[in-house]
């Protein structure tokens, strides 16, 4: 299981299940989300799995682990060819950069949050 599998999972939480997601587990998350490695995405699947194991997110558990099944099923790729899932190729050009994992999901985070933009404007104490 790659930790790659892992954070994409979740981020399929935050794009299409974040009414799950309480209001305090949101706050938590954007505080966390500050705590995310740059390039390291080992660390950032164990942040988020951690991040889940709390009883009062059980429902966000079942539905990352049916995420991460699923994704992980569908992202046996032959070794031998250079194409994705669907025989899709990458849509970033070769010379650029992927997107990070962290910005990824920092670009989650930040789109799928229930707060308003006034709130978003103000520090956290």
Not at 3 to 8: A, D, G, L, M, R
Not at 27 to 43: H, K, T
Not at 51 to 74: C, F, K
Not at 80 to 86: D, E, T
């Amino acid at each position: 299981m790659s930790s790659q599998n892992s954070i994409q999972a979740f981020i399929q939480i935050l794009n299409s299940q974040s009414q799950l997601i309480s209001l305090p587990d949101w706050e938590e998350l954007q505080q966390i989300r500050s705590n995310f490695p740059e390039d390291d995405d080992e660390e950032i699947a164990e942040i988020l799995e951690d991040w889940l194991q709390a009883a009062s997110r059980s429902q966000l558990l079942a539905a990352y682990t049916q995420n991460l099944e699923i994704i992980t099923a569908e992202s046996f790729i032959d070794v031998g060819k250079n194409l994705g899932i669907a025989k899709s190729t990458s849509q970033t050009p070769p010379d650029k950069p992927s997107p990070s994992s962290k910005e990824l999901l920092d670009n989650a985070i930040k789109l799928n949050a229930p707060l308003s933009d006034k709130q978003k404007s103000q520090p956290t104490q």
